[in-house]
């Protein structure tokens, strides 16, 4: 396999490993990690702060008071150390949106959302994870597969399964760069195959 390998899809760079690795999240085996392990919160855009701000009053009867007395004094995203604007967190780890239900940490944003209580469902960077997009120069983006220990039965089911990371984040995907995009990755990765450079 090339690792040297840039696979390029409009202004969109993508790593090889997102092509080539499997995953799959495994809810009842990671009990939701990611949303509480960690030291910042998720990346969020300055639209998506205001769309979570427009959503509040609908999650934040289920905020813990810990969450809420968080948001009081900082607003629902801060900047990390590298300058990154992330949602805000509670003890230096947990999501201010995060809750606990049997023993697995859900998000409240998409909670809300699945029940039609909000529009907006959750920052796109929690969406797409294991996928991490980093702006380049240029006006390029990259996007690459972050390995993370929590997420080894991913993993594992992905391999079960038969899924690359690509197509269990086709949805995320899509709502990101676009159904058109998709389609082209979907072309760009079958001519890869043909050729044998995947």
């Given at each position: 396999?090339?690792?040297?390998?840039?696979?390029?899809?409009?202004?969109v760079?993508?790593?090889?490993?997102?092509?080539?690795?499997?995953?799959?999240?495994?809810?009842?085996?990671?009990?939701?990690?990611?949303?509480?392990?960690?030291?910042?919160?998720?990346?969020?855009?300055?639209?998506?702060?205001?769309?979570?701000?427009?959503?509040?009053?609908?999650?934040w009867?289920q905020?813990?008071?810990?969450?809420?007395?968080?948001?009081?004094?900082?607003?629902?995203?801060?900047?990390?150390?590298?300058?990154?604007?992330?949602?805000?967190?509670?003890?230096?780890?947990?999501?201010?949106?995060?809750?606990h239900?049997?023993?697995?940490?859900?998000?409240?944003?998409?909670?809300?959302?699945?029940?039609?209580?909000?529009?907006?469902?959750k920052?796109?960077?929690?969406?797409?994870?294991?996928?991490?997009?980093?702006?380049?120069?240029?006006?390029?983006?990259?996007?690459?597969?972050?390995?993370?220990?929590?997420?080894?039965?991913?993993?594992?089911?992905?391999?079960?399964?038969?899924?690359?990371?690509?197509?269990?984040?086709?949805?995320?995907?899509?709502?990101?760069?676009?159904?058109?995009?998709?389609?082209?990755?979907?072309?760009?990765?079958?001519?890869?195959?043909?050729?044998?450079?995947?």
């Amino acid at each position: 396999m090339n690792y040297e390998l840039i696979i390029q899809v409009g202004d969109v760079l993508v790593s090889p490993d997102v092509i080539t690795e499997k995953f799959c999240c495994d809810l009842d085996a990671c009990k939701g990690a990611c949303c509480v392990e960690g030291d910042a919160g998720a990346p969020v855009t300055l639209d998506e702060i205001a769309e979570i701000e427009d959503s509040l009053d609908e999650v934040w009867p289920q905020m813990s008071a810990r969450a809420q007395a968080v948001v009081d004094r900082q607003g629902v995203a801060y900047n990390d150390p590298e300058g990154e604007l992330v949602t805000s967190i509670v003890d230096g780890k947990d999501c201010v949106f995060t809750c606990h239900e049997g023993g697995t940490c859900l998000c409240l944003l998409e909670k809300a959302y699945r029940n039609g209580r909000s529009a907006f469902c959750k920052p796109i960077s929690c969406a797409l994870y294991p996928i991490r997009v980093k702006r380049l120069a240029g006006g390029l983006v990259g996007l690459n597969y972050h390995k993370w220990s929590v997420c080894a039965a991913a993993r594992a089911k992905g391999e079960a399964l038969g899924l690359h990371v690509y197509e269990f984040l086709r949805g995320p995907l899509v709502r990101r760069f676009g159904q058109e995009w998709y389609d082209e990755l979907l072309a760009t990765i079958g001519q890869l195959k043909q050729q044998g450079m995947l």
